[in-house]
């Protein structure tokens, strides 16, 4: 949660800018194809900052089920060979880019198979895959199944977000986002919107939902308090809306500039 909302911060903790993204762009899908080139266009982002993949499948027909960008789930090895791997080649030929933040398009996978030691192979967000990518060490990149975030060097360290300063001396991690929504217009006005706020205080509320006792996703709850501090500190409002059995965390809110979950 620190980490995504550096992007109050100064360009220096948040990885830098333009000159330092990487869009990633599924050649197989023209709805990835168009997002990419607007964003690129839009955030003035180097031309050949672009890596070119082939994942079959493509984004979903229907816009009212967007459960994933592609009709399939990415199993482990075609995630390494068809969307890791090409990252990869193209950091390494390319170092002098200094690429700290990477952008998935609409049309890659949200849910690829990882391999993890405890249950072998379990689904994870593709971002946070990525985000760990050049650890070789399986369970801090994917998480042991029931132990998340003990023993992870990543879990509850505040620091920038620069593969070339890796945490403790060892552990490169990168930012990653997805470029992703209901339809293709939706992706654009998404962008939009993030340009027309850039350097400005956010007039809504950071909205910091907390999950049920017993839920793994609670490992964020304990830190919920330094994000306030942080928010709060900037003048930036913040709530913290505790869990419902029967409610949704957003339900009557109209003010939303950003949530956690």
């Known amino acids: 949660v620190p980490a995504l909302l550096l992007g109050f911060a100064s360009p220096a903790f948040a990885g830098g800018g333009p000159e330092n993204v990487l869009v990633v762009v599924n050649d197989l899908c023209p709805e990835s194809i168009d997002i990419a080139q607007y964003y690129v266009t839009k955030r003035d982002i180097p031309r050949h900052h672009v890596v070119h993949v082939k994942i079959p499948g493509g984004a979903p027909r229907d816009p009212k089920k967007p459960e994933f960008a592609q009709r399939e789930m990415l199993s482990w090895t075609d995630y390494q060979s068809l969307l890791e791997a090409p990252v990869k080649e193209w950091i390494a030929a390319h170092k002098a880019s200094h690429i700290t933040i990477i952008v998935l398009t ?90 027309a706020s850039d350097a400005k205080k956010p007039d809504g509320t950071v909205y910091l939902g907390k999950s049920k006792q017993g839920d793994p996703r609670g490992s964020y709850n304990p830190q919920f308090p330094l994000v306030e501090d942080f928010c709060r500190k900037l003048g930036i409002k913040v709530e913290v809306v505790p869990h419902e059995e029967k409610g949704a965390l957003l339900v009557g809110r109209t003010d939303v500039a950003y949530y956690a979950y």
């Open 106 to 195: 609409r049309g890659i996978p949200v849910v690829s198979e990882a391999k993890n030691s405890d249950k072998g192979n379990v689904p994870r967000a593709t971002t946070h895959l990525l985000a760990g990518m050049m650890i070789e060490v399986d369970d801090l990149r994917t998480g042991p199944t029931g132990n998340i975030g003990k023993g992870s060097p990543f879990h509850k360290h505040d620091e920038s977000i620069d593969p070339a300063v890796p945490i403790d001396g060892k552990w490169p991690i990168y930012g990653v986002g997805m470029l992703n929504a209901y339809t293709v217009d939706d992706v654009k006005k998404m962008i939009d919107l993030s340009i």
